[in-house]
């Protein structure tokens, strides 16, 4: 209803960021659909977390908390890195959609692999393979990296890039915008 009061009366960019966000909260409830098989029960990333001890931390990122488990998912018991993703801040839920999304699509074998996803009212989780060998930064200062071992690593990073941000199969790029040494596995 129409506040009688002019002043109190939502301003016409408030209006339409509502109607903005009502449009992205429809277009994600289709797409969601898309991806329902890679739905995880919030139970099952809690266990395989151990209800997200500290222990288990593998980051603080820019979007959530990064943690470490081991989920038996399909009838395989897999290593796992599981982030649960801030809401609170900007476009949250649209930020989760798109990495989902995103991340359903990547196919290489230097890049992690999506496992799922958990969208609980309270949750919202990613859940990848987990390179259990640490980052590159742990490994780059070893005395035991030979010269061919250290441009095997480089091939392989340069070709992951190259597949973000050039594949010829998608219709967009991606920018990582965070490529260091200890976000590469």
């Keep these: 209803m129409l506040h009688l009061d002019r002043e109190k009366r939502p301003t016409t960019e408030k209006v339409l960021m509502q109607l903005k966000k009502a449009l992205v909260f429809q277009n994600m409830a289709s797409t969601m659909n898309q991806f329902a098989h890679l739905q995880i029960p919030l139970e099952d990333v809690a266990k395989a977390?151990?209800?997200y001890h500290h222990d288990n931390i593998i980051e603080h990122g820019g979007v959530g908390i990064v943690y470490k488990g081991r989920l038996l998912w399909s009838g395989r018991l897999m290593e796992i890195?599981?982030?649960r993703f801030d809401c609170k801040h900007g476009d949250g839920d649209l930020e989760f959609l798109a990495e989902i999304s995103?991340?359903?699509?990547?196919k290489h074998k230097?890049?992690?692999?999506i496992i799922?996803?958990?969208d609980a009212i309270d949750e919202k989780i990613i859940v990848t393979t987990y390179g259990a060998n640490g980052s590159l930064g742990q490994y780059l200062n070893s005395l035991n990296l030979t010269w061919k071992q250290r441009l095997r690593i480089?091939?392989?990073v340069a070709r992951a890039l190259s597949y973000?941000?050039?594949d010829k199969g998608r219709d967009y790029a991606i920018l990582h915008c965070?490529?260091?040494?200890?976000t590469i596995c």
């Design 178 to 182: 965070n490529i260091n040494s200890n």
């Design 154 to 156: 480089c091939l392989g």
């Design 116 to 118: 799922g996803f958990c």
């Design 164 to 166: 973000l941000h050039y």
């Design 102 to 106: 995103a991340l359903s699509d990547l």
């Design 81 to 83: 890195a599981a982030r």
């Design 110 to 113: 230097n890049l992690v692999s």
């Design 49 to 51: 977390t151990n209800n």
